[in-house]
């Protein structure tokens, strides 16, 4: 009998275990306890600067979730008397959600004053509040607060595209007008706001008009430059005396101006000698072009190597002036090209060969001081020693800019 009773003693214990084990804990993301808003105070006038104002801080006591885990935010934006149940305008808080302030620049500010009904140079109410997230679990806080908002001048809700047309451009009529894209914060060092539209185009000495449509038989807003460089209403062709050439215009939407730099001296060059072997002429329709393109790949003790080469080398990048100023365009490598610097990319470290990823021939400005091997990219074995034609494409309505190859 005592023999029995071991033989089964561990099935005994693992029974007793097993039943211990059923009062197992569960996590609770419930809300519990929503905090307050504690800032700006309820009725609090701003007057909106998005030239050179301040950002605006809004702030409430933390929520709290069953478990004790982690609470995200969202602040949620609607016109005086809404219910938020349709919100005009949703924020992340800062620290991608995690924290319990927002801080909102004076351009987003603008964009929220607007979507509410606000005009420019008029004051409006728009009121908030604080939705909180724990999990699948989100609550919104019973209290809400008002802002008394004052608008500048300026658009604040831009359309997809911008266009000039006129003698001073490349386009004759509204019809063939000369589009601007929105552009968009890319690289680490990107600083865009919203509503700086882009175009690298010819102008020449002449006038030209501004509008928000490139269709006659739809409803075109249209603008011009006044004397003091601001963008205004009105369909009155802007004069321009800048020297014939190639120019990166940027129309900033959000403070009303323009500004223009001359793109020059555009070339392909190769990281480890540094020299040149391809020089790009601006040939019109936002693009760069050289037809007379040759580089034969680098090998240790080529009279263009450097002594520290000991491989065969063939990667390459853009320069170019920029108001006579160097600057850098290249791809979306880190420097090792074994990580893309913009989110959605895969780095591709090899010669291109038709396996390479989307996005692989697009280019990004990187500035006057990049690091020494940023934004490379390498040629195909194809090219190696073959004449080629090189384009720089900066189509605005394109997916992205891109340059492209062809041997001659």
């Known amino acids: 009998m005592k023999t029995s009773i071991l033989k089964y003693l561990p099935l005994l214990i693992w029974v007793f ?35 050179s104002g301040t950002s605006t801080t809004l702030t409430w006591s933390p929520a709290k979730a069953a478990d004790g885990g982690l609470v995200l935010y969202k602040v949620l934006f609607d016109k005086a008397g809404g219910d938020f149940s349709n919100p005009i305008y949703t924020m992340q808080s800062d620290n991608k959600g995690g924290s319990n302030t927002l801080t909102v620049s004076p351009v987003y500010l603008n964009i ?207 320069k170019f002036k920029l108001d006579d100023v160097e600057s850098y365009i290249g791809s979306y490598h880190n420097e090792g090209m074994n990580a893309s610097l913009v989110p959605g990319y895969t780095a591709f470290n090899a010669r291109p060969n038709g396996s390479e990823p989307n996005g692989f021939w697009n280019t990004f400005f990187h500035g006057e001081n990049p690091p020494f091997w940023q934004g490379a990219w390498k040629f195909a074995d194809a090219y190696n020693n073959k004449p080629f034609t090189v384009r720089v494409v900066f189509d605005p309505k394109a997916s992205h800019y891109y340059h492209e190859f062809e041997l001659n």
């Open 112 to 318: 929220i004053a607007s979507t509410a009904g606000i005009e420019q140079l008029a004051t409006g109410k728009v009121i908030w509040t604080v939705q909180a997230s724990s999990a699948f679990q989100s609550e919104r806080f019973s209290e809400q607060n008002e802002l008394m908002l004052t608008r500048p001048e300026g658009l604040a809700v831009f359309p997809k595209y911008m266009y000039i047309y006129g003698s001073a451009t490349e386009g004759g009529s509204l019809e063939s007008a000369v589009a601007f894209k929105e552009i968009s914060n890319e690289l680490p060092n990107d600083e865009f706001v919203p509503g700086v539209f882009e175009s690298i185009t010819g102008l020449k000495p002449g006038e030209y008009f501004i509008a928000d449509s490139n269709n006659p038989d739809s409803i075109v807003n249209y603008y011009y430059v006044n004397e003091d460089g601001k963008i205004r209403s009105g369909n009155t062709p802007t004069a321009t005396s800048l020297p014939e050439g190639a120019y990166r215009i940027r129309m900033n939407l959000s403070t009303a101006t323009i500004s223009y730099e001359e793109m020059s001296d555009m070339q392909l060059y190769i990281f480890a000698s540094g020299v040149t072997k391809a020089n790009l002429n601006y040939v019109g329709n936002h693009t760069f072009e050289a037809t007379d393109g040759l580089f034969k790949f680098l090998k240790p003790g080529d009279p263009e190597a450097p002594g520290w080469l000991g491989w065969e080398e063939e990667r390459y990048r853009f």
């Open 17 to 51: 275990i097993s039943s211990c084990g059923k009062d197992e804990y569960e996590l609770d993301t419930d809300i519990v306890e929503l905090g307050s808003l504690t800032a700006p105070a309820n009725g609090t006038a701003i007057s909106i600067n998005v030239e």
